[in-house]
């Protein structure tokens, strides 16, 4: 018997030596959840351990994540129900919650990368990530509001801009309006593969942005599909993408590894806050060990192809110093 794999696992020191895949604080991106108000900070009861911050602690809270090496900022608001409109116009209204939180963000910390959400649902009494007539989400007429969303978020220092709606057209829109009005330099991270999920629940109770009638299932995709992934991303790196996202990630680690493997583009995963909430659940109950399964399940995104991973778990593995090397 020549081959005997058991000899390149005898030792930590060789375990370590052949490790194909490895996961560093440069692989994460912390989304973070954003209200109006001073001196606020509020857990997401659905979430243990996030929470929703004020710009004052918002800002306490990214300093803190910068000194563990953590630089990358997904930021998400939580819109008072008054503020919002069929035409989610507060989403671009300048003086905003949330073009105030981007500014302020850049401003005190140049070198955090923030990266922004554009979709209509935070901001819309609908609920929705497109407008509403009759029941039915019209695409083209919604590209209209995402293009001055993301204008608005260029102007306000974003970094990356991320298209979360899942509308036709929409980064071709965007990547074109973007250009033409000198923000050339502002890349789009497109939510390419996002699915009709089961899983974002504690997120929407964090945003109170659930849709008020009916479901996101005309844009967002079937779980049960595989070659519609390929159709989105070539469609998205045609129209100027300039890294695709797949969303939810555990349950979709082999169209992680589809687009990996079929397109040069940067691939992101998102962790989202069900897959978060259910882990948090079982480790709190005593049924998972905490540090193993939430290194494995992080580095079962970078094994799929992922370059970055969306999670709320990245924080932690950080503070708790569980990245090694």
Known sequence: MLQRPRRNRKSAVIRDMIQENHLSAANLIFPLFIVEGQQQKTEVSSMPGIYRYSIDNLLREVESCLKLGLKAFDLFPNIEESL??????????????????????????????????????????????????????????TLEVLGKMSLAHAEAGADIIAPSDMMDGRIGYIRE????????????????????????????????????????????????????ALIEAQLDMEEGADFLMVKPGLPYLDIIKLLHDNFDLPIAAYNVSGEYAMLKAAIQNGWLHEERAIMETLMSFRRAGATSILTYHAKEVLEKGWLKG
């Open 84 to 141: 919002k409109d069929k035409y989610a116009t507060i989403s671009y209204k300048k003086d905003s919650l949330y073009l105030r939180a981007i500014e302020e963000v850049k401003k005190n910390f140049p070198e955090a990368c923030v990266v922004t959400d554009v979709a209509m649902d935070p901001y819309s009494s609908d609920g929705h990530d497109g407008i509403v007539e009759n029941g039915v989400i019209l695409n083209d007429e």
């Open 177 to 228: 309006l973007l250009d033409s009005h000198g923000f050339k330099h502002v890349s789009l991270m497109s939510y390419t593969a996002k699915y009709a999920s089961a899983f974002y629940g504690p997120f929407r109770d964090a945003l109170n942005s659930a849709p008020k009638a009916g479901d996101k299932k005309t844009y967002q995709m079937n779980p049960a599909n595989t070659k519609e």
